[in-house]
């Protein structure tokens, strides 16, 4: 019983994201991108602190996608310099994220907070700018 509540505020959870998103601009989609991977980098730090192998690894799939798709989604013809300097640094939170998975560092994944936090910090004072 409790499996299928879960299971359905995961449903509910989802479908209300999938709203906010569809109303989203690219700005505020970035930004939720950046809010649910600081999310699940936190749960990666605390699978590898609780020796949840198998969450951990899940977690750090789901970082290392949300990096891609925050690469896959810079304008390299408007961003220039900065959209390679962002595809550079996601790069390399990913390459930092999969040695955090094998080695089991949550140091690693620390770094990697830093980095997209101040990343991120970017995002929101720019987005105060726009509005």
């Not at 509540?5 to 505020?28: M, V």
């Not at 950046?34 to 192998?53: P, Q, T």
């Not at 640094?89 to 994220?97: M, N, Q």
């Not at 991120?120 to 105060?128: H, L, P, T």
């Amino acid at each position: 019983m409790y499996g299928t509540e879960q299971d359905g505020f995961g449903q509910y959870q989802q479908s209300d994201l999938a709203i906010q998103a569809a109303a989203a601009t690219p700005h505020q989609l970035v930004l939720m991108l950046f809010n649910g991977l600081m999310d699940e980098l936190v749960r990666a730090k605390s699978h590898i602190a609780a020796k949840r192998y198998e969450r951990k690894v899940v977690s750090i799939n789901k970082c290392i996608d949300i990096l891609n798709a925050l690469t896959s989604a810079l304008d390299y013809e408007k961003g220039g310099d900065l959209a390679l300097s962002l595809a550079n640094l996601y790069d390399y939170c990913v390459y930092r994220l999969y040695e955090a998975s094998h080695k089991l560092s949550v140091e690693y994944i620390v770094e990697v907070e830093k980095i997209l936090g101040n990343l991120q910090e970017g995002w929101e004072k720019m987005g105060k700018q726009d509005g």
